[in-house]
């Protein structure tokens, strides 16, 4: 039971999974070099990458079966998924073998778009049938705490989602789940 995953974890993008706004920061067209894992350009050479933890939280999730969302409230949808689609995914730690993966595959569900994040939550729940109990949902907003309400759990990450953020968030999800 101390193990115990929820099972669905869900992540904002802007300054949570990445540092900047995409409907602000960045510029089209976007591009990859080559095959170069967790770099994205955007028209000016501006960087698109997830903060050093992230691929191998996602890597994680991905083993235990978890399943993945990407809940983002921006004007910049198609931009954003653009981003996903050429971000590559280093292979999991220690798998030399393993090939990069597009960041968009990692993700089981995206809801990516205007309003708020309540409505993203509805629609995943509606999608999976999960439970908004069995949720854990980071963002750097606290506004967006607003999905606790439904009954899912809220972790603020002010600096974005890093191993200790995350390990934060597991353990406040399983202190409410200890029953």
């Excluded at 510029?27 to 955007?42: A, C, H, I, M, Y």
């Excluded at 999991?92 to 205007?114: C, L, N, S």
């Excluded at 980071?138 to 200790?164: H, M, W, Y």
Aim: charged share 30%; aromatic share 8%; glycine share 6%.
């Amino acid at each position: 039971m101390a193990n115990r995953m929820p099972k669905l974890i869900a992540f904002d993008l802007d300054y949570t999974l990445w540092d900047l706004w995409i409907d602000t920061h960045v510029s089209e067209p976007l591009r990859r070099d080559g095959n170069k894992t967790n770099q994205v350009l955007d028209r000016c050479n501006n960087e698109i990458c997830f903060y050093q933890d992230v691929p191998q939280i996602l890597h994680r999730l991905r083993g235990e079966g978890v399943f993945v969302a990407a809940c983002s409230r921006t004007c910049a949808a198609s931009m954003a998924r653009r981003a996903l689609s050429l971000l590559l995914v280093p292979a999991k730690d220690g798998d030399e073998r393993g090939a990069p993966v597009a960041a968009e595959k990692m993700f089981d569900q995206m809801e990516i778009y205007p309003g708020s994040k309540k409505a993203h939550f509805r629609k995943l729940h509606e999608a999976t049938g999960i439970s908004y109990s069995e949720m854990l949902f980071f963002d750097d907003e606290i506004r967006n705490k607003e999905v606790e309400s439904l009954g899912v759990t809220f972790c603020l990450v002010p600096d974005g989602v890093d191993a200790q953020a995350f390990e934060k968030g597991l353990r406040e999800w399983r202190r409410r789940h200890s029953e």
